[in-house]
């Protein structure tokens, strides 16, 4: 077995890397760049070395420095986690010739199928079944115009090394191609050094779904389930889970069959997984299709672990060191159901625009990687965290957000029993995830987590699509929610009248705190009495069990026998209380002035339509329009490069381009001017 590895990663995955390393006695080494030289994983590694600058090209995409830590440290393997350097051959082969082994698959292997246009040739000669496309390099927009048009609308760009979301494009028209193209070449060879594109035909009323392969380099590769992901935005995943609530026993057993048939074509060994695209449309689920296998550990491996109670990082090690696996396709067991929610830097309720910043306030429902699951279970393995909730982050309170890398700060997974049980348990954990100082997407997971939709299991790859047409607004509110905020809003304002009044020397006179208020949610009044352990709202009894004490930014209460975590903030005229996927604005005011209020005059927002605004920190790629052009709405206008992806900025409405304020190449601040229109 391997005395010390190095992590040849950042973040949350390394961080998971070094847990398991460490409960099998293994030292670790972390590399890390100048924005990372004080994250979490740098911290729990046993030793750390400095690879150069903050951009992932200057640093953890150079191989060299990668090698020279392992050298350096004495580490006699390398673990490349996701992402960057996972999937390079070139990379593998260096380690190779330095007598440094690679926790992963073998060279042929990864050549074989880490390239997109490849794989599909190899999958086309092994009779597996693969989406209608064009098998082959694509080398200009007009090649890519003609190909389209002959596969037939809608098509799919994508990069030949792409992955996690990046390098794609859909296309339902022409014009949808000739705008894209070269975006999605730029966003390959950003992201992954290679500016290769192939288009396939895309599949109507997609499911995504994915198998886990893990095998040995004695023969064996056993299937370990699928996993449902079909949940996506961008074609990013957002929404993970374990098994599928589509597939069958039947489905399952010749979906797994097929990819070991696949990857044992190619000599595979190591975990792996294979990516297929399946028809809704289809009732008998028999019409799945190969789409691309990733020769690596997946981001949404937990959920595998979790129905499983199989170590996969710990797998890859064994397997990696030599050793045979220990278990039989017959001791793939599917304990229960998982479910893991991508947590992102980005704001839902502006378009998911990326956000960056310090974390201000940072408090998971349960620690990251302080609790070792392991241990909590009597030494075995379950990866199911604690108490069915287990957080999976590279963050920590007080830390930063960069440009510089993938926005996601956490994954979120519970495991229950039943999907729902899991689902549930997302809820409340939800509720529970304290996130500030940066823009997140807790609210539209949690709205997701309670959409009938996906609670009945009809899931698309266009679900966010086509619910969320208009955009995201906060998620429904349950029957009886107000009345519920409404009493622990009064029990609030109630604590905090008695403070003011129990404050020694500060008042002239002692206050007697009301006990009644008038709370205001949305468009619901409701009539709260405290009275000390009583509380009414509108006349009727509630049970409220709950402390509170002034300055807490997150309640836990017993209502009427449900339990609801509520995270609060001080606003002027009362209080912010988001729970259930929603922010609620609550006006609290004692109910003998509460007729007041409708004399308080509104603040009307200015208009900013005429200005085009940089809605995030980044690069400014390209400039389309220079003053004295004429444009209309929806027109594209700027493309501002963040966080590895580029977004493209369009016209609000048809104007005149007055003055510009910025060129291609420069940096912008959020909230930068970029052009104003008449």
Known sequence: MFKKILIANRGEIACRIIKTARRMGIATVAVYSDADARAPFVRMADEAVHIGPSPAAQS??????IIAAAKQTGADAVHPGYGFLSERTSFAEALAKENIAFIGPPVNAIAAMGDKIESKKLALKAGVNVVPGFVGEIDSTEHAVKISAEIGYPVMMKASAGGGG?????AYSEADVREGFEATRREGLNSFGDDRVFIEKFILNPRHIEIQILGDQHGT????NERECSIQRRHQKVVE????????PKMRKAMGEQCVALARAVGYYSAGTVELIVSGADPTGESFYFLEMNTRL?????????????DLVEQMIRVAAGEKLAL???????????IENRIYAEDPYRGFLPSTGRLIRYAPPVDGWEDDDASNHGGAYTGRGVDGIRVDDGVVEG??????YDPMIAKLVTWGATRDEAADRQIAALDAFEIEGVGHNIDFVSAIMQHPRFRSGNLTTGFIAEEYPDGFHGAATPEGLTAHLAAIAGFIASARADRARRVDGQLARELAPPGAWSVTIGECVHAVTIDHDD??????????EMEYTPGDRLVHALIDGEELSVRIAPTRMGLRMTTRGRAHKVQILPADIAHLARHMIAKIPPDLSKFLICPMPGLLVALHVAPGDRVEAGQPLAVVEAMKMENILRAEKSAVVKTVNAAAGDSLAVDAVILELE
């Open 399 to 404: 830390g930063e957000v960069s440009i510089f």
């Open 60 to 65: 953890y995409l150079i191989a060299d420095k």
């Open 221 to 224: 590769i056993l299937y370990l």
């Open 298 to 310: 997946q981001v949404e491996h937990p959920v595998t672990e979790a129905i499983t109670s199989i």
């Open 166 to 170: 990046k390098g794609m494009r859909l």
């Open 328 to 338: 039989a396709q017959s001791d793939v067991k599917i304990d229960g159901w998982a």
């Open 535 to 544: 509380v009414t709202v509108d006349g009727a009894a509630v049970h409220l």
């Open 241 to 248: 889970e374990a098994p599928s609530p589509f597939v069958t």
